[in-house]
């Protein structure tokens, strides 16, 4: 494990996801009493560890000879816990455990499910952490519902990770081969497979096709496709890469050479380089709300044009709109609205930031923003319990990061080198997109902006609702009635999906390549 800061974040780490076959002995597949305190001994060199069924023998794992700096507290053995547990060096927050909707069969008797740790790398450099076990065995019910916690694990991430780094690990049941399985669905939202990208040059094995399992002498080869698989996706400022895959086949074994486990535990080593060009901080706050992040929603050059709160008791809403028009909004409506319009040479320096308990909950209880003139905009009730983030020499806050619900539970800043007023950008240009064949308008039913308002052909009328900007930094297409709202294939990427508006995420699902050429 390596990580250096200077002008940009760059740095290395391992990983490991094994299912260790803890089951109580005469139900589990191999030897756990005997095998876990040799597994403790043998994960010890990995950055951060995933581990599945650690069920009745989690104390020998954790205390025979691994030392990570950052564990997971149990779940209860088996019939009680999800048997999913992370080892780590980097610390996390915002941990949670999640047991899938639907079970068969056997996986009924204790709850599987999946976990998320968002673990940080460096100051304001997170990657989220997915560990998961889904349904087992391949009869019709069974593979129902795996599908489903494939989707359920999908559909979390896309809300509780939005614009955010993940990777996702674990014994996922799966197979590329078997036509019931739906792993492609990881691909179709912008995932990569560390085993495709490693060994099969991203090729993908048919469905339908006998299944890959030449995995003799190593299974290190494009032939032996395992159900433990590793998927990630960056975020545009992380810099995610994956430089190894790696079945540790021959490491993972007894004084006999007899394997540990009925799985082989699958390593993957990684870097990350952070831009010159972007900067975020670390959080404040608590592990409430939805995660959102505007790092994918920035254009090349981000300007502040004006900065917003709502406040009363404690911080309902942040905002910032940008020199171009987009709107950057987290929070909540209620409180009291404040503004304050920059200069065309001034931007935001500072944030200070005061959280406290609400509820049971830790919230933002006040924000104080203070420009590059001296001049503050501030809300809400200070508490003991308050940070400051102030913009490095040469940059600007130009965005944030953190989670909100009805209000601000948590927020970081991001930042971006400082502009001069003549390079500033204004608003783009926002054009009709025309069917050619019918020669009508791509056009937002009603003209109504909300969340999955249908988008479809209509007679062009010039109306701003058929008006759109297309940004190829982010792939984003705006709409020039609102920019906070962008074109959105509504979670599918079937054909037929349906065409929509949805609030700005810069998740995988609104992001469109447009060619100007054809």
Not at 367 to 385: H, P, Q, V
């Amino acid at each position: 494990t390596a990580m250096r800061a200077s002008a940009q974040t760059t740095g290395t780490f391992t990983t490991l996801s094994y299912n260790i076959a803890g089951l109580p002995e005469g139900i589990s597949s191999g030897n756990p009493a005997a095998n876990t305190p040799l597994i403790s001994c043998k994960v010890k060199p990995y950055s951060i560890v995933h581990v599945q069924e650690d069920f009745n023998y989690h104390a020998a794992l954790y205390d025979t000879c691994d030392n990570h700096l950052y564990r997971s507290p149990t779940s209860g053995g088996a019939g009680f816990g999800s048997g999913l547990n992370t080892l780590s060096n980097f610390s996390y927050m915002d941990y949670e455990r999640v047991s899938w909707s639907n079970c068969n069969g056997n996986d009924c008797l204790t709850p599987k499910g999946f976990t998320l740790a968002r673990t940080r790398l460096a100051e304001g450099v997170y990657i989220d952490f997915y560990n998961l076990h889904t349904q087992a065995e391949t009869t019709d019910a069974a593979l129902t519902v795996r599908r489903a916690d494939v989707l359920q694990l999908l559909s979390f991430i896309e809300t509780y990770s939005a614009g955010n780094a993940v990777v996702v690990m674990g014994d996922t049941n799966t197979r590329y081969t078997r036509t019931g399985d739906n792993t492609r669905e990881f691909l179709n939202r912008g995932y990569t497979d560390l085993w495709l990208q490693k060994l099969r040059s991203g090729s993908v094995p048919a469905a339908g096709a006998a299944a890959l399992m030449s995995c003799e002498p190593s299974a290190n080869n494009a032939s032996c496709e395992i159900v433990d698989k590793v998927f990630f996706r960056d975020n545009g400022y992380v810099g995610l890469a994956a430089t190894q895959y790696l079945v540790e086949d021959q490491t993972f074994v007894d004084a006999n050479g007899a394997d540990l486990s009925d799985h082989w535990p699958v390593k993957g080593s990684w870097s990350i380089s952070t831009p010159a060009n972007r900067k975020m901080s670390d959080q404040w706050g608590g592990p409430h709300g939805a995660a959102f992040s505007d790092i994918g929603l920035l254009p090349a050059t981000p300007v502040v044009r004006t900065v917003g709160i709502r406040t009363g008791a404690r911080v309902d809403q942040i905002n910032a709109t940008l020199s171009t028009g987009y709107v950057e909004r987290h929070g909540g409506t209620g409180g009291t609205a404040q503004s304050l319009t920059l200069g065309s040479s001034e931007y935001l320096k500072s944030l200070y930031l005061c959280s406290g308990s609400y509820s049971g909950e830790t919230r933002i209880f006040y924000a104080k923003f203070t420009t590059s003139s001296s001049r503050i905009l501030a809300g809400g009730n200070t508490t003991s319990s308050c940070t400051t983030y102030t913009a490095p020499t040469g940059y600007a806050i130009v965005g944030f990061h953190g989670r909100a619900g009805a209000a601000v539970d948590k927020t970081g800043v991001i930042y971006a080198p400082v502009v001069a007023a003549a390079s500033q950008p204004g608003v783009p240009t926002y054009t009709s997109i025309v069917n050619r064949a019918s020669g009508l308008c791509m056009d937002i039913y009603n003209g109504s902006m909300a969340a999955g308002t249908n988008v479809q052909q209509w007679t062009c009328s010039g109306a701003n609702f058929q008006k759109w900007n297309y940004d190829a930094t982010t792939g984003l297409i705006r709409s020039k009635q609102d920019p906070r709202f962008c074109l959105d294939n509504s979670g599918s990427f079937a054909d037929g999906a349906n065409i929509a508006i949805w609030p700005c995420s810069g998740n995988v699902h609104q992001k469109f390549t447009v060619n100007t050429t054809t």
